[in-house]
Structures are given as structure tokens and as C-alpha cells.
């Protein structure tokens, strides 16, 4: 009996994470920044308040901030249990949480020297 709860659970786990992927692709615009839990304006942290994330099947990648775009990699997994959106650009890795994620809205968070930085994007 418990092999075939721990093959249902297996089982499981392997389906949300292929249907968070699948979610994943896509374009999405920052819609709130948060530096510890206090809202801050998109435009005074990125220059612009026009920034998006498209995310290809391929697992490609592409920032827009304003009029500056950066290609890169990105992959999904799980590390100690916390999903994990690790973004590549050029040599430069940078591992976000994923705090919220379905297939309209998606909030990812970082430490940056010593501060917690939020993101909530919306799916277009």
C-alpha cells in the first residue's frame, strides 16, 4: 500500500509540475514591486513602467524594459520543497521564488543586499 501512495504522489508531482511549465509560457507585464512588502513604482525601480517576460516552449527567454531587450534561458524546478525560476542571461543566473503562480497571475521574489524584492506579473 505505501508504494502505490508514494507512486500516486510521484505520479502527481510530476503532472503540476509540467502543468506549471506549460502555464509558464507565455508573455507577462510587471504589474507590482514590492522591496519589503512596501509597494514601490515600477518606473522608479526599472526606469520604465513598461516591463514584460516572454517565456518560449523552448525554454528561451526574453526581458523588455522599455525599449532594451535581453534574450536568455530560463528553467522551473523545485529546490528543498520551494519552486524555484531560475532566469539566465548571458553568464549572469538569477533564482527566483515562486511565491504564486496559476495560469493568470504569477509573483516571484528575490534577496538582493539584504532587501526582499517582489514581482507580481500578469499573464497578456
Known amino acids: 500500500m505505501r508504494k502505490?501512495?508514494?507512486?500516486?504522489?510521484?505520479?502527481?508531482?510530476?503532472?503540476?509540475?509540467?502543468q506549471t511549465s506549460k502555464e509558464l509560457i507565455g508573455k507577462w507585464q510587471l504589474v507590482?514591486?514590492?522591496?519589503?512588502?512596501?509597494?514601490?513604482?515600477?518606473?522608479?525601480?526599472?526606469?520604465?513602467?513598461?516591463?514584460?517576460?516572454?517565456?518560449?516552449?523552448?525554454?528561451?527567454?526574453e526581458a523588455t524594459i522599455g525599449k532594451k531587450r535581453n534574450k536568455g534561458k530560463w528553467e522551473l524546478t523545485k529546490e528543498n520543497n520551494v519552486q524555484i525560476l531560475s532566469i539566465t542571461v548571458g553568464k549572469n543566473i538569477t533564482k527566483f521564488n515562486v511565491d504564486y503562480f496559476d495560469e493568470n497571475k504569477r509573483t516571484i521574489s528575490f534577496i538582493n543586499n539584504g532587501n526582499n524584492i517582489s514581482l507580481t506579473y500578469k499573464k497578456i
Do not use: R
Request: charged share 15%; aromatic share 14%.
Open 4 to 18: 502505490y501512495i508514494l507512486i500516486v504522489c510521484l505520479s502527481l508531482a510530476g503532472i503540476f509540475k509540467a
Open 32 to 61: 507590482e514591486t514590492q522591496i519589503n512588502s512596501q509597494p514601490k513604482d515600477i518606473k522608479s525601480i526599472f526606469g520604465s513602467d513598461t516591463v514584460f517576460q516572454d517565456f518560449m516552449q523552448n525554454s528561451s527567454f
